[in-house]
C-alpha cells in the first residue's frame, strides 16, 4: 500500500502550501460536522475525525473554536455534501468533494476545472467503484512490529500496517478510525503525522512528464476552489 501513501502525501503537501485557504476549508468542515449531531467530539465520531484531522494540518485553535462556537450559537447557513468524478489525462481518475452553500456555484466551478485542464466530468459512479473508503493513519516514533504488537493487543482490526521513511501507516476500516487511534493514543502515541478518512485508489497509473504536468495543474486547479475539502485521485507522481 505504499504508493497510496504517497498519493496522501502529495496531497497533503499541495495542502500545506497554502494554510490560510486550508484553515478556512477546516472552518466551513468543523461547523457542517458540529451541526450534524451534538458539538462534543466525544458524542459525535464525524467531528472527531475531522478535528483528528485538523491536528495533523496545525490548524490554529482558534479557527477550530470559533468554529465550534458557531455550530453551538445561531449559526444557520446549510451546507451540501457532494460528490463529484471525473477524468484526466491517460486513465488517471479523479474523486472530488465539496461542502457548499451554492450548489450551482460549486458545480460550474468543478466542471469548469476539469474542462480547462484536460479534464472531463463524469457521471456519479463512474469513477468512485475504483476507490475504497479506508481510514489511513501515520505515526513516527515506533516500529512496524511496535504498532503491530498495540494493534494486536487492542484487537483493532487492520488491512494492513507498512513502514515507510521511518513513518508507520495504519490501514483500516472507515469505522475502524477511533478505534486505531484510541488504542495508539493509550500507548503513548499522541501526535500523528496523518489522521485520514480517505479515498484510496485499488489501482495506480503513472504518467509521462507532459500529461503529468497537466494532471498537476488539474488536481491545483480543483483544491483552489473555496468549496472543495477533498481531492482524490489514482496517479503516482514521480519525481
Not at 72 to 85: A, F, H, I, P
Not at 88 to 98: E, L, Q
Not at 150 to 177: H, K, S
Request: net charge negative; charged share 30%; no cysteine.
Amino acid at each position: 500500500m505504499g504508493r497510496k501513501w504517497n498519493n496522501i502525501k502529495e496531497k497533503k503537501a499541495s495542502k500545506d502550501a497554502n494554510t490560510s485557504r486550508v484553515y478556512a476549508k477546516f472552518g466551513v468542515e468543523i461547523y457542517v460536522a458540529a451541526k450534524k449531531g451534538e458539538p462534543d467530539p466525544e458524542s459525535n465520531r464525524a467531528l472527531k475525525v475531522v478535528l483528528e484531522r485538523a491536528k495533523t494540518y496545525n490548524v490554529p485553535k482558534a479557527i477550530i473554536d470559533r468554529a465550534l462556537d458557531k455550530a453551538k450559537g445561531s449559526g444557520d447557513e446549510t451546507y451540501e455534501e457532494l460528490r463529484y468524478e471525473g477524468f484526466g489525462p491517460n486513465g488517471s481518475m479523479v474523486i472530488v468533494d465539496a461542502l457548499t452553500n451554492n450548489v450551482n456555484r460549486t458545480a460550474s466551478a468543478v466542471r469548469s476545472a476539469f474542462n480547462k485542464n484536460g479534464g472531463s466530468m463524469g457521471v456519479s459512479g463512474s469513477v468512485s467503484y475504483m476507490f475504497e473508503p479506508t481510514a489511513v493513519i501515520g505515526l513516527e516514533g515506533k516500529t512496524l512490529d511496535e504498532v503491530m504488537e498495540i494493534m494486536l493487543e487492542a484487537d483493532v482490526d487492520v488491512r494492513d500496517i507498512v513502514e515507510e521513511d521511518e513513518t508507520v501507516i495504519v490501514y483500516a476500516e472507515p469505522d475502524q478510525f477511533n478505534a486505531v487511534q484510541e488504542a495508539l493514543k493509550t500507548a503513548g502515541i499522541t501526535d500523528f503525522t496523518i489522521a485520514e478518512l480517505s479515498m484510496l485508489a485499488q489501482n495506480f497509473v503513472t504518467l509521462d512528464e507532459e500529461p503529468q504536468a497537466q494532471f498537476e495543474k488539474l488536481i491545483d486547479a480543483l483544491e483552489d476552489l473555496e468549496d472543495v475539502q477533498q481531492v482524490y485521485h489514482n496517479v503516482e507522481f514521480g519525481d
